[in-house]
Structure formats: structure tokens, C-alpha cells
């Protein structure tokens, strides 16, 4: 049934990644110039809900931001409502309270209708719990990590493909020169996506995924392999969360205020000491980290970016509440929040993906 609604909110939450703006700008435009609706930009995600800030958006104020990096209106991967640190004790440890009461009063207050969530599934998750308390939500699918449940691609994804397979292909001809081995790791969490794609498309000689438990032995073996063929170098391409099938996945560094709080990073460096000494052979590793999210989106991802938020707010006008934009078999189409949140996607063993790599002869470090 269609819906006569006068004001909603639009935050990005989590971490950021290239097309946030140019969602806020379909947002806004489509439902101030299409629906004459009146669009409230939440400052830094949840924590804009949590502490009431949030300012009218004009068409004018998105005007011009498509191809701009990161978010006007900011971001947080840190705040959720429900399990939100006020402090720290005696101890030094976090006091999390549940603050869902006061961000229900402050989205009533400022009337808002309903609240579009731009996020990966930690926002999808914020999202649910709000709805559980009768919060109208639209959810539209973010993350460079492409590892949101029920749609093929979330924007951003492509776009830190490109990032990857630039510093691949750049790292490919300095490995070539100095005859080494080099390890790049991408980001992604626990999905091998990023680096499977960004691996695949620089012809990496070697991709590590965390679907794929490696063993050190078989990379080792690669590695010497190409150089009796006077393959006098190797590029292997590393998610932040592989890890090898007798060990753990390498923590950088525990940020407890987050919903979750493990932050990957490292594997590279330690997979590049243990292969040099194996092997004889010289290694490096380079770490791309937040590069992967910086900068302006590709074509493909302000495309993507516009189709997403011009059909949440279709989703707003048909009152189709609690539902996320997703892309599936190429058709924009939407599921239930609830399905994608608590959940994460990986990349399946029978993918037609790992078979193509696989196919021209790269090893997956279980061979
Ligand atoms: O989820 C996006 C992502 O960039 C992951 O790939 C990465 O593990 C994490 O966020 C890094 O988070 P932070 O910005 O807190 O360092």
C-alpha cells in the first residue's frame, strides 16, 4: 500500500567505503524531488540516533558528491544502541548499557517516519533490533567485504577490487625485477572475496582465502616450483583472514567497543617470514588496509550506488518496511533485514569463481 511520508533519516553506518555519498545523493533526490519528502541526514551512524544529531538535507547539500569518497554525513563501527559503552570502570573495562529507549525517543521527537540504514551486517543487525521496537527501517547493502547474505554484490565492493588489482598489477613489476616474492593483503574479514577477485583479475600466482584453510607446505611448494621454471618471482594475493589449517587467523588489534571487535591484519608478514625461510627465497608483504576504501567509486559502483538508494526510497513510498535493496541474478529486488542480519556470506567451495581460478592454474594453498 502506498504511503503519504513526510520526513525520513538516512545514516551510514560501519565501516566506509567508496559510493556512501552516492547513495545519500539518490536518497535524498529521489525522495525530496520525486516524493517531496523531507530527508534527515543522522550524523555517525547509530551514534547520530543515540545523540540527536541530525540536520535536514537539502537537494542542494548532495548536490555534487557522487563521485566523492567516504560519507558527508560520517560514520561509526562502534555504536550500537543496544549494547552502547558509556564509560569505563575502576578496572578499565567498558560499561555497555542499552540505550535502544533514548533513540526511540529522539526518532519520535523528530518525527521521522522511517530510517534508511546504509551499512553492512552489523547495520542490518542495529536495523533488526530497532525493529523489533516497531522502527520502520529500508536497508541498502555497503561493504568493500562483499559478505552480506542475499544479494550477489553490496556497492564498494568494486571499487576496492579496482584498488587491489592496481597495487597488484604494480607490485607484479617490481616483483618481476627484483626476483621476489611478494604477498599482498587485502582486506575483506572473514570472506575471501575481495582477494579472490582483485587475485584473479591481477593474475596473482597464488590466492589465499579464508574459506580455504591454506597449507604453508603447498605455497612453499608453489613458490619453488615457478622459480625451477625460471618464473623467477611470485605474487600471491592474501585476505586478512586467511589462515593456515593447523592455526589462527592474525589479530592486529581487539577495538572492545565495537559490536565485533577483532581487527585482522598481519597474515601477510608472517606467512612473507615463514616462506622466505622455507624457501631461501627473498619475500615482502605489503598491506594495502585502508586504501581499499578511500577515494572516489568506480563507474559500476555510482551506478550500483544509485540504483540502490532510488529503490529504497520506492521501498519507503510502497511501504515495504523492514527490508534491505539487494541485487540478485542481475534484478534489484529486496529481502527481509532479518535475514541478513547476525549473518555473514563467504565464499562457497562449489563457486564457479574458485573453479575459473583454479582453472588457469592458481593455487589456493590446499593443493
Ligand atoms: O568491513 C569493512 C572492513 O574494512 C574490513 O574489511 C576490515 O576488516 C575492517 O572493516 C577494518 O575496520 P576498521 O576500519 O575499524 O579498521
Same mark, same amino acid.
Given at each position: 500500500?502506498?504511503?503519504?511520508?513526510?520526513?525520513?533519516?538516512?545514516?551510514?553506518?560501519?565501516? @566506509?567505503?567508496?559510493?556512501?555519498?552516492?547513495?545519500?545523493?539518490?536518497?535524498?533526490?529521489?525522495?525530496?524531488?520525486?516524493?517531496?519528502?523531507?530527508?534527515?541526514?543522522?550524523?555517525?551512524?547509530?551514534?547520530?540516533?543515540?545523540?540527536?544529531?541530525?540536520?535536514?538535507?537539502?537537494?542542494? @547539500?548532495?548536490?555534487?558528491?557522487?563521485?566523492?569518497?567516504?560519507?558527508?554525513?560520517?560514520?561509526?563501527?562502534?555504536?550500537?544502541?543496544?549494547?552502547?559503552?558509556?564509560?569505563?570502570?575502576?578496572?578499565?573495562?567498558?560499561?555497555?548499557?542499552?540505550?535502544?529507549?533514548?533513540?526511540?525517543?529522539?526518532?519520535?521527537?523528530?518525527?521521522?517516519?522511517?530510517?534508511?540504514?546504509?551499512?553492512?551486517?552489523?547495520?542490518?543487525?542495529?536495523?533488526?533490533?530497532?525493529?523489533?521496537?516497531?522502527?520502520?527501517?529500508?536497508?541498502?547493502?555497503?561493504?568493500?567485504?562483499?559478505?552480506?547474505?542475499?544479494?550477489?554484490?553490496?556497492?564498494?565492493?568494486?571499487?576496492?577490487?579496482?584498488?587491489?588489482?592496481?597495487?597488484?598489477?604494480?607490485i607484479?613489476?617490481t616483483a618481476a625485477s627484483h626476483h621476489r616474492v611478494m604477498?599482498?593483503?587485502?582486506?575483506?574479514?572473514?570472506?575471501?572475496?575481495?582477494?579472490?577477485?582483485?587475485?584473479?583479475?591481477?593474475?596473482?600466482?597464488?590466492?589465499?582465502?579464508?574459506?580455504?584453510?591454506?597449507?604453508?607446505?603447498?605455497?612453499?611448494?608453489?613458490?619453488?616450483?615457478?622459480?625451477?621454471?625460471?618464473?623467477n618471482f611470485t605474487?600471491?594475493?592474501?585476505?586478512?583472514?586467511?589462515?593456515?589449517?593447523?592455526?589462527?587467523?592474525?589479530?592486529?588489534?581487539?577495538?572492545?567497543?565495537?559490536?565485533?571487535?577483532?581487527?585482522?591484519?598481519?597474515?601477510?608478514?608472517?606467512?612473507?617470514?615463514?616462506?622466505?625461510?622455507?624457501?631461501?627465497l627473498e619475500c615482502r608483504?605489503?598491506?594495502?588496509?585502508?586504501?581499499?576504501?578511500?577515494?572516489?567509486?568506480?563507474?559500476?559502483?555510482?551506478?550500483?550506488?544509485?540504483?540502490?538508494?532510488?529503490?529504497?526510497?520506492?521501498?519507503?513510498?510502497?511501504?515495504?518496511?523492514?527490508?534491505?535493496?539487494?541485487?540478485?541474478?542481475?534484478?534489484?529486488?529486496?529481502?527481509?533485514?532479518?535475514?541478513?542480519?547476525?549473518?555473514?556470506?563467504?565464499?562457497?567451495?562449489?563457486?564457479?569463481?574458485?573453479?575459473?581460478?583454479?582453472?588457469?592454474?592458481?593455487?589456493?594453498?590446499?593443493?
Amino acid at each position: 500500500m502506498r504511503q503519504r511520508l513526510r520526513r525520513i533519516g538516512v545514516l551510514t553506518g560501519g565501516g @566506509d567505503c567508496a559510493g556512501l555519498n552516492a547513495v545519500i545523493r539518490a536518497v535524498a533526490k529521489s525522495a525530496i524531488l520525486e516524493y517531496g519528502m523531507e530527508v534527515y541526514g543522522i550524523a555517525d551512524g547509530f551514534l547520530g540516533l543515540i545523540e540527536d544529531r541530525m540536520h535536514e538535507l537539502t537537494a542542494n @547539500d548532495v548536490s555534487n558528491i557522487l563521485t566523492q569518497g567516504g560519507t558527508i554525513l560520517g560514520t561509526s563501527n562502534k555504536a550500537v544502541p543496544d549494547r552502547f559503552v558509556t564509560g569505563r570502570d575502576a578496572n578499565g573495562d567498558p560499561i555497555v548499557e542499552d540505550v535502544t529507549p533514548r533513540v526511540l525517543e529522539h526518532i519520535a521527537a523528530r518525527g521521522l517516519e522511517a530510517v534508511i540504514v546504509i551499512g553492512g551486517d552489523g547495520s542490518m543487525s542495529g536495523a533488526a533490533r530497532l525493529m523489533q521496537h516497531g522502527v520502520r527501517m529500508i536497508g541498502v547493502p555497503k561493504t568493500i567485504d562483499n559478505d552480506l547474505r542475499h544479494t550477489d554484490l553490496t556497492f564498494g565492493f568494486q571499487t576496492a577490487v579496482e584498488v587491489a588489482t592496481e597495487a597488484l598489477d604494480r607490485i607484479h613489476t617490481t616483483a618481476a625485477s627484483h626476483h621476489r616474492v611478494m604477498l599482498v593483503e587485502t582486506m575483506g574479514r572473514n570472506a575471501g572475496w575481495l582477494a579472490l577477485h582483485a587475485g584473479i583479475a591481477s593474475g596473482a600466482d597464488v590466492i589465499l582465502i579464508p574459506e580455504i584453510p591454506y597449507h604453508p607446505e603447498a605455497v612453499y611448494r608453489c613458490c619453488q616450483a615457478r622459480a625451477e621454471h625460471r618464473k623467477n618471482f611470485t605474487i600471491i594475493a592474501v585476505a586478512e583472514g586467511a589462515r593456515p589449517v593447523d592455526g589462527q587467523v592474525v589479530v592486529e588489534s581487539i577495538v572492545p567497543e565495537s559490536p565485533d571487535p577483532i581487527r585482522l591484519g598481519g597474515v601477510s608478514t608472517v606467512l612473507a617470514r615463514q616462506l622466505s625461510e622455507a624457501t631461501g627465497l627473498e619475500c615482502r608483504s605489503t598491506i594495502l588496509g585502508h586504501v581499499q576504501r578511500g577515494g572516489t567509486p568506480c563507474a559500476f559502483d555510482r551506478v550500483l550506488a544509485t540504483v540502490f538508494g532510488q529503490h529504497a526510497v520506492q521501498l519507503v513510498v510502497e511501504g515495504r518496511w523492514n527490508q534491505m535493496v539487494a541485487l540478485q541474478h542481475g534484478v534489484i529486488c529486496h529481502v527481509g533485514i532479518e535475514k541478513v542480519a547476525h549473518h555473514q556470506r563467504q565464499v562457497p567451495r562449489d563457486a564457479p569463481i574458485l573453479r575459473a581460478a583454479r582453472a588457469v592454474g592458481t593455487c589456493m594453498g590446499d593443493a
